[in-house]
């Protein structure tokens, strides 16, 4: 048979010498089938690889048995977060579909709407939606929200201790007697950005420190975004002797940005993340960070969408994890002497 062809129930039918509605029989475990052609059918799907389609297989039992990683794009956070949803759905009778559209920036709101409907009925039986725009509306298909927008709803989420962690952070900036620490926020949208800013924020006024609106800035999120608003932080005449940058991949743009401007890293200035993705421990030098549980998120929100798709009801139906501060080499001490930039 030529390689390129897919195997379809005729070419299993014609090469077991059946009818296409014995396969079909064999192939969904219905009676009227001898056990001898049974097996011989199901020797030649073996032989041949016959996989029927997902569409297929849910027009007739109207479940797939796959369950979705649905993202906005992917990134280093949605990478750690499907290694533990694939690690969860091991032996649960399910396969696993990661989607992404591309995350084309006009289509960053509303999203999961649009790849629930394109999936949702014919390719999967529920979802986890990462980071979603949008947790108000009724999808028709079980779901479940990791990190969403505009925070807890209805919808079952799961989290992590976003503003105890940016405490954590800023507070370990202190201990290391840093009073002038810049923030490089996420994005404005995205709850878990306001929970990093408030906890900075808390941990400074608690500390007796003023609020320095000019030593706040928005990163975005991302190492392009990042990029100017770490520039800007690190040539302020007086500038922070401290960043504390709300995910790790700005904190690595703006130990880069600092290093391109003459400044060593911590030396010079002090620099911490927040998600503990595996590129942080890679950095040079290695970042401090906030380690949120990532790939445990992703496990916890696959076995709550297992136990919705099987009618039970869940325990909890908002879960928060808890964060921890990992010290690496990128912190140190404040400076005696605060400079410009020597390049």
């Given at each position: 048979m030529d390689p390129?062809?897919?195997?379809?129930?005729?070419?299993?039918?014609?090469?077991?010498?059946?009818?296409?509605?014995?396969?079909?029989?064999?192939?969904n475990e219905r009676y009227g089938v001898a056990a001898a052609t049974g097996a011989k059918v199901r020797a030649v799907i073996e032989t041949l690889g016959y996989e029927s389609s997902l569409v297929a297989r849910s027009l007739r039992s109207h479940h797939t048995n796959v369950i979705g990683i649905l993202v906005a794009d992917f990134e280093p956070f949605s990478a750690e977060l499907l290694?533990?949803?694939?690690?969860?759905?091991?032996?649960?009778?399910?396969?696993?579909?990661?989607?992404?559209?591309?995350g084309a920036a006009e289509e960053l709101v509303g999203w999961e709407r649009r790849y629930l409907s394109r999936l949702s009925g014919t390719l999967i039986d529920g979802a986890v939606l990462v980071t979603p725009t949008v947790v108000d509306a009724q999808y028709g298909t079980p779901v479940v929200a990791v990190d969403p927008h505009t925070g807890r709803s209805g919808m079952p989420t799961v989290d992590s201790d976003n503003l105890k962690g940016a405490m954590v952070a800023t507070e370990h900036l202190?201990?290391?007697?840093?009073?002038?620490?810049?923030?490089?926020?996420?994005?404005?949208?995205?709850?878990?950005?306001r929970l990093r800013e408030e906890g900075y924020r808390a941990a400074l006024t608690a500390a007796g420190i003023a609020?320095?609106?000019?030593?706040?800035?928005?990163?975005?999120?991302?190492?392009?975004?990042?990029?100017?608003?770490a520039h800007a932080l690190l040539t302020l005449p007086e500038r922070p002797t401290a960043v504390f940058a709300a995910n790790d991949l700005s904190a690595i743009r703006t130990m880069q940005v600092a290093q391109r401007l003459g400044l060593d890293v911590p030396s010079d200035v002090s620099v911490i993340g927040f998600d503990n993705v595996p590129e942080s421990g890679l950095a040079s030098p290695p970042?401090?960070?906030?380690?949120?549980?990532?790939?445990?998120?992703?496990?916890?929100?696959?076995?709550?969408?297992?136990?919705?798709?099987?009618?039970?009801?869940?325990?909890?139906?908002?879960?928060?994890l808890p964060t921890e501060l990992i010290?690496?080499?990128?912190?140190g001490s404040v400076p005696a002497q605060v400079g410009a930039p020597r390049a």
């Amino acid at each position: 048979m030529d390689p390129q062809h897919r195997v379809t129930i005729t070419d299993v039918a014609r090469e077991a010498g059946v009818s296409v509605a014995t396969v079909s029989k064999v192939i969904n475990e219905r009676y009227g089938v001898a056990a001898a052609t049974g097996a011989k059918v199901r020797a030649v799907i073996e032989t041949l690889g016959y996989e029927s389609s997902l569409v297929a297989r849910s027009l007739r039992s109207h479940h797939t048995n796959v369950i979705g990683i649905l993202v906005a794009d992917f990134e280093p956070f949605s990478a750690e977060l499907l290694k533990g949803a694939a690690q969860a759905i091991r032996g649960a009778g399910y396969e696993l579909l990661a989607y992404s559209a591309g995350g084309a920036a006009e289509e960053l709101v509303g999203w999961e709407r649009r790849y629930l409907s394109r999936l949702s009925g014919t390719l999967i039986d529920g979802a986890v939606l990462v980071t979603p725009t949008v947790v108000d509306a009724q999808y028709g298909t079980p779901v479940v929200a990791v990190d969403p927008h505009t925070g807890r709803s209805g919808m079952p989420t799961v989290d992590s201790d976003n503003l105890k962690g940016a405490m954590v952070a800023t507070e370990h900036l202190l201990s290391l007697g840093h009073r002038r620490i810049g923030f490089l926020g996420g994005r404005p949208d995205l709850e878990s950005a306001r929970l990093r800013e408030e906890g900075y924020r808390a941990a400074l006024t608690a500390a007796g420190i003023a609020i320095d609106p000019e030593l706040i800035r928005v990163g975005g999120y991302r190492p392009e975004s990042a990029e100017e608003p770490a520039h800007a932080l690190l040539t302020l005449p007086e500038r922070p002797t401290a960043v504390f940058a709300a995910n790790d991949l700005s904190a690595i743009r703006t130990m880069q940005v600092a290093q391109r401007l003459g400044l060593d890293v911590p030396s010079d200035v002090s620099v911490i993340g927040f998600d503990n993705v595996p590129e942080s421990g890679l950095a040079s030098p290695p970042l401090t960070t906030i380690a949120q549980p990532i790939q445990e998120m992703g496990r916890h929100a696959v076995r709550m969408l297992l136990e919705l798709l099987s009618g039970r009801e869940l325990d909890m139906t908002h879960v928060t994890l808890p964060t921890e501060l990992i010290v690496r080499q990128s912190c140190g001490s404040v400076p005696a002497q605060v400079g410009a930039p020597r390049a």
